[in-house]
């Protein structure tokens, strides 16, 4: 297979202006037209590939990153608008050694993904839920109603509730969930 | 070699009932997936497709110029510019079936005659994608209309429009499900009662959409695709006689598929315009679709309209079921019959019917072409049997569980053949469960039998809950074959190669935990490649929950065989009996004195062969086997569901509130992965049932084309689903697995309609048309007189 | 589904966005762009000038000014939810701005984007029409304001003028002690309403009501004000009280589409009325106590 590039056309953008943000800590920095929104940005322009794409109207999550801290669809904010801003994806959720977020060992040990692509999504809403609550416990019917703007056609959203009840009511000092059985 | 297993194995593999951790996480937690439009080529092209606005019309006149001459797009193609590329006009993508009347294969871009809402009809290839919109609009298409056929009631009858005017009507096919003697069944039948339902079963819609990634070696002759698809080795065969190419020139790779669910199955017009647009061009082509086109671009399922009859006796066992199907099968004929077919044949579920007869008529209409989404059309047949099920309890004073006992069929009858035949012309025979103890477990583990106090309890509370329960069976592992390959190198990594091909479900831990389980290997470290026309050189994909059933017992086989061949040559070099040996994470022991030992790493090497010398003991070259499994029948899983809900019956808003599922899919290999299928396939189930609703206009427009007008089950509205399983292992392959994919939609709509019709009781409410949705649930209980 | 190529505007001050508005054909505000976006990627809209005013400082912010609540423009939806000046002054707006959206539109969406939008199902306006509020434009001449019951002119449509945009919002604020409450239906969980209602209530010294007010959302191009809500002062808060309300609500003209015809939209407007009245009517009278 060939190698992935980042999705640049050969030829100059007409109306290309320079755009640059923080994006997992490192500024970054790439020509785009005004109309990209910010997930196009990301993915094609700096080759985060991470956030996905999958309606372009707001309402599947997939696009899901976190900017100053909140989450926003990435699909409904143009990358220009994002200029200047710390922005995270799933690329930056991971330790800097690339040990798995707890959410993500979590999601991964209760099955909480099958295709895996509303998966950055997921757990950037997530992380931003953990943000929120500060160690303060969180009910189920709290979790379904957070990730009622995340779309999963695989698993029926069971294992990632479990996960993210699992990480979010851990006692402190207990990073990795149990399995489910 | 071919298997053509019978006989299932004394000793069950040791890669059984294992849950391993799923091998497939570790890249997509991280975002590291590779999905198609992940992948980008060097100076390719972007694509974009115009598409018809009218359900039906002929194009008079297409005007390019203005869209060809916009800065950034290199190429404007029509029909006529990659006709020349083609063997024939249409995209060769039907299936066979005799019951077809017509040939009605799509064109790779509409020729004259435009018979959907969103059929392509010019390619745009730009610098960009943004480019490549800008210049659809420039695009002058003048279409004269014609009357579409929006209601396949409406389509066949007398004087109706055509839908397509090449062809005589739109009675695009017509068969019959039918044994028994059915007149004789109805004759001085003591009870008899009479129904009419449409059924309107929600799509595929995975959150990644389609795309292909094409592109055209001209010096090397090779087509290489990178498509989301279920079925590369299908799409293959497709775009090299389409094309006019050697099998040996084209490679089609399913990268990470971001869900399939069925549409994915099917061959598009798409993926060929872009593999085609890629030759012509000598540029890489990106197609990635778009959710709003998806709606209009992407095969659905869709309308069936069921009049039917049942008759019983006194005692409420069926005598017969007899009636008329007709199918809205769109204006495409991509799949052939299976779709209304299995909705015919999975009606009889696990009952006794001594008598059936269904007549199936397919209609041409002006929408999208209906294809088999997860459950392929046999939710509906459950819908109808299960709903006449609690017609007759209710006419006959039974409850719900006792009519259905008295019906199901016991253990003692299995094998037992329906007397219907399967659409590659087999019987179909259940070949092993046991369906009252699935019943009778699912009963038990709800509380079925103490609902009334928790109704009664909810009422002083003002609410109204209700309990429903649906049996059925499923159809799975469907043939004729699956490949699946072991080898091992002198660097003594395992690699398995297969044809099969996944988009979540697994299948690379399954495949990877049976073959390590039989060569003393931790799963982790075989590598399993799958969904690469490069890798296996046969294959089928993803459909019919089949791949645990056939590239399972594929790799199961095969790594047995590579497993023997290691004990052989180790038995010579370790002097010690095979069955002394045991295999340890790539080094063959001698149990009793483990010092003696040997690295498999080694027999490869040896197997390998050096030059001019003679292989140990005469093996054949290689440490690797293959095989292509091949089922002797469909494996039928099966289950009970029961579902407790709350209705508010002045807005008809439902809330499910208890999930119940026993499962029988014989021996499980993985159970954590089967638990995700069934729960998966159950929320598709209750998402299609409450909230999915693919509407149209009289014209033939489609209504509902965003997620924010064609609704999702959220996690806010899906129940936790309790799964228990039963296990009886099938006698029709080695590992007695059965298929789990699609088996937990099945029951939803049936169980659902129960529960909600059982809540509404007081008002007397009977529910006959899928989606059951708020709107239409106060519209019944209005009319009934309630809820003022 | 990528938007038509525009031209891209961030003034950071309103001279600098007047002007431009003034001066650009064909421009558009962009606000949180929640709703804009979608329609721009779908090319439902597609301005030659986008004209971003999440530079302009000022425009956001939520203060009480002679009590009235006062709500900046493009204060985030989601700053509003979380407002504790908001839910101590005006629960009823915390209680709506819960149904907005999802949490990752709130984020960024912003409460005056959805006055201005004017979406027949958004939940923002039907409680603002419940409320009273008064919508403040500012154009280069200055400011405006006019009550929201005139701000709707049709279907996704306002009175902001061109060169106009829409500033803040000034809603009157109800005594301490009053009820609220905020419901609708949606066709699943979180997603649209098809209905929402918003029930305001005070209650005089002897239990009966000093003030009603009630909303409904999601019948026609903007939300319906009950007449017998705004003529109740006096009234004994009883069933008959909520069965009037009912009654009215489920008389008011609505207009069907496929997905909720208009006898189930009347009909919900009067389900949703009475349990919304019943329920400001306990919050109230729990208070009372």
């Known amino acids: 297979m060939t190698d992935a590039i980042i999705d640049t056309p ?172 | 070699m071919t298997a053509h297993a019978k006989v299932r194995s004394d000793a069950p593999s040791a890669g059984l009932g294992r ?7 570790g890249p997509l937690v991280r975002g590291k997936g590779r999905f198609i439009d992940d992948i980008s080529l060097p100076g390719q092209l972007h694509a974009t497709f115009l598409r018809s606005p009218v359900a039906h019309g002929r194009i ?109 009507d739109n009675l695009v096919a017509r068969t019959t499900a039918a044994y028994g003697d059915i007149d004789a069944a109805f ?59 050697g099998e040996h020139e084209v490679r089609v790779i399913a990268p990470d598929v971001g869900g399939g669910f069925g549409p994915k199955f099917v061959f598009h017009p798409e993926e060929l315009a872009i593999a085609a647009a890629a030759m012509l061009t000598g540029l890489p082509v990106k197609w990635i679709e778009d959710r709003f086109e998806n709606f209009f671009s992407t095969v659905q399922e869709r309308d069936q309209f069921w009049t039917v009859e049942v008759a019983a006796g006194a005692d409420g066992r069926l005598r017969g079921i007899r009636g008329v199907l007709i199918h809205d099968h769109g204006a495409y004929s991509p799949y052939g019959m299976a779709l209304p077919y299995n909705s015919a044949t999975n009606l009889i579920g696990p009952y006794v019917l001594p008598a059936y007869r269904l007549d199936i008529s397919l209609c041409l209409t002006n929408l999208m072409p209906s294809t088999p989404t997860r459950g392929a059309g046999r939710p509906q047949g459950t819908f109808v049997m299960e709903r006449l099920l609690d017609r007759l309890a ?154 645990a059933v056939t590239a399972g017992n594929a790799v199961h086989l095969a790594a047995e065989q590579v497993r023997a061949k290691i004990l052989r040559v180790a038995s010579a070099w370790l002097n010690a009996a095979p069955d002394e040996l045991e295999l340890d994470d790539g080094v063959v022991r001698v149990a009793s004195d483990r010092e003696r030992s040997c690295p498999v790493s080694r027999i490869a090497e040896a197997l390998a062969g050096s030059p001019g010398f003679s292989l140990p003991l005469g093996v054949e070259p290689g440490l690797s086997a293959a095989v292509d499994f091949q089922p002797p029948g469909l494996t039928y899983c099966n289950g009970t569901h029961v579902a407790e809900v709350e209705v508010d ?110 809540a509404l009781s007081p008002f007397g409410v009977k529910l006959r048309d899928l989606p059951l949705t708020a709107a239409r649930l106060s519209a019944l209980v209005r009319a009934a007189g309630g809820a003022a | 589904m990528k938007p038509q190529p525009f031209t891209y505007h961030a003034p950071q001050s309103r001279p600098e966005l007047f002007a431009l508005l003034g001066a650009l054909e064909d ?77 990752q539109t709130r984020n960024r969406g912003t409460v005056g984007g959805s006055v201005a939008h004017m979406d027949p199902t958004a939940e923002i306006v039907t409680a603002c029409c419940a409320l009273d509020a008064d919508v403040v434009l500012e154009g280069p001449d200055g400011e405006r304001r006019m009550p929201i019951s005139a701000f709707n002119t049709g279907y996704l449509s306002t009175s902001i003028a061109p060169g106009e945009i829409l500033s803040r919002l000034e809603i009157p604020l109800w005594p301490a002690g009053h009820g609220s409450a905020f419901l609708e239906v949606t066709r699943r969980g979180e997603s649209f309403s098809v209905v929402s209602v918003a029930a305001l209530v005070a209650l005089d010294a002897e239990g009966a009501i000093a003030r009603a007010a009630l909303a409904v959302g999601g019948l026609g191009p903007a939300p319906f004000r009950l007449h017998a809500a705004d003529a109740s002062a006096g009234r004994p808060a009883d069933d008959d009280f909520i069965a009037a309300l009912g009654a009215e609500a489920a008389m008011l003209p609505a207009d069907g589409d496929f997905s909720a015809s208009d006898d189930y939209k009347q009909h919900l407007a009067g389900v949703l009325t009475r349990r919304a009245m019943r329920a400001a009517l306990l919050a109230a009278g729990a208070r009372h106590d």
């Not at chain 2, 849950?19 to 996480?25: C, F, G, P």
């Not at chain 2, 004759?187 to 094409?214: N, Q, Y």
């Open chain 2, 649 to 758: 019956a002045e807005t008809g808003v439902v809330r499910v509130a208890r999930y119940v599922v026993v499962h029988d899919c014989g021996r499980l290999i993985h159970p954590r992965m089967v638990d995700g299928q069934v729960i998966g396939g159950v929320v598709h189930g209750l998402s299609s049932t409450l909230y999915e609703w693919m509407r149209y206009d009289d014209e033939g427009q489609p209504l509902t084309c965003t997620y924010a007008d064609y609704l999702l089950s959220t996690a806010d509205v899906t129940p936790r689903i309790e799964i228990h399983h039963m296990e009886s292992p099938t006698p029709l392959n080695p590992l007695g697995v059965k298929g789990a994919g699609e088996s937990g939609t099945i029951a939803a709509s049936a169980v659902i309609a129960s529960a909600i019709e059982d």
């Open chain 2, 60 to 168: 008079t006149r297409i005007d390019i110029t203005a869209a060809a001459a916009l800065e950034g797009v290199r190429a404007v193609l029509l029909y006529d510019d990659l006709r020349p590329l083609l063997t024939a006009p249409r995209v060769p993508v039907s299936m066979p079936s005799g019951a077809i009347r017509f040939d009605v294969d799509p064109f790779v871009l509409s020729r004259d005659e435009v018979c959907h809402v969103g059929e392509p009809i010019a390619l745009v290839l730009a610098d960009s994608r943004h480019v490549a919109e800008d210049a659809l609009g420039l695009i002058e298409l003048d279409i004269d209309p014609l009357p579409p056929v929006v209601d396949p009631r409406a389509g066949l009858a007398e004087g109706a429009p055509r839908a397509r005017l090449d062809c005589p």
């Open chain 2, 394 to 547: 209710e006419r006959l004073g039974l409850t719900r569980d006792e009519i259905r006992q008295r019906n199901l069929i016991r253990p003692d009858q299995l094998p037992y053949p329906t007397g219907l035949f399967t659409r590659d012309g087999g019987e179909m025979t259940y070949d092993s469960g046991n369906y009252p103890e699935s019943q009778r477990r699912a009963l038990a583990e709800s509380g079925w039998h103490d609902f009334e106090p928790r109704r009664a309890a909810a009422r002083r509370e003002g609410g109204l809950i209700g309990i429903g329960l649906a049996n059925y069976v499923e159809g799975s592992g469907r043939g004729p074959f699956e490949s699946g390959a072991v080898s091992i190198g002198p660097s003594g990594q395992i690699v398995v190669t297969t044809g099969a091909c996944a988009q979540g479900q697994g299948t690379v831990t399954m495949l990877a935990q049976l073959a390590g389980a039989a060569l003393g290997t931790p799963a982790e470290k075989v590598r399993v490649i799958a969904g690469d026309t490069a890798a296996s050189p046969l294959g089928l994909g993803a459909f019919a929950s089949r791949q």
């Open chain 1, 10 to 181: 050969t030829a100059g953008i007409a109306g290309a202006i320079e755009i640059a943000m923080t994006v997992n800590g490192v500024e970054r920095r790439a020509m785009a037209e005004p109309r990209v929104n910010l997930a196009d940005f990301l993915r094609h322009r700096l080759g985060l590939t991470g956030t996905h794409v999958g309606c372009e109207h707001g309402v599947c999550g997939a696009c899901t990153v976190l900017v100053d801290g909140v989450s926003v669809r990435a699909c409904l904010m143009l990358a220009v608008q994002a200029r200047g801003t710390e922005v995270r994806t799933i690329e930056g959720l991971c330790g800097a050694d690339g040990a798995l977020d707890p959410l993500q060992a979590a999601l991964s040990e209760h099955f909480g993904l099958q295709c895996g692509y509303c998966t950055p999504g997921v757990l950037m809403t997530l992380a931003e839920l953990r943000a929120e609550l500060a160690g303060a416990p969180v009910t189920e019917a709290e979790v379904r109603h957070k990730l009622a703007g995340n779309l999963c056609r695989c698993t029926g959203y069971q294992g990632m509730v479990d996960a993210a009840l699992a990480v979010l009511n851990a006692p402190v000092g207990i990073l990795a969930p149990e399995p489910m059985r």
């Open chain 3, 27 to 103: 421009a558009r505000c962009i606000a949180g762009g929640q709703s804009l976006m979608p329609m721009m990627n779908l090319r439902l809209a597609a301005p030659a000038h986008l004209v971003d005013l999440n530079g302009i400082a000022d425009l956001a912010g939520i203060r009480v000014e002679n009590d009235r609540l006062v709500i900046g423009a493009m204060t985030r939806q989601r700053a509003a939810e979380h407002s504790a000046l908001v839910a101590e002054t005006c629960p009823l707006l915390t209680k709506a701005l819960d149904h907005v959206g999802f949490q």
């Open chain 2, 187 to 245: 004759a001085g039948a003591p009870v008899v009662l009479a129904e009419e339902f449409h059924l309107s079963k929600g799509g595929g819609h995975s959150i990644e959409t389609r795309g292909v990634v094409a592109a055209w070696d001209e010096a090397a002759r090779r087509l290489t695709v990178w498509d989301s698809t279920q079925m590369p080795h299908r799409a293959k065969r497709v775009l090299a006689r389409a094309l006019d190419l």
């Open chain 2, 19 to 25: 849950s391993e951790a799923r091998l497939e996480h």
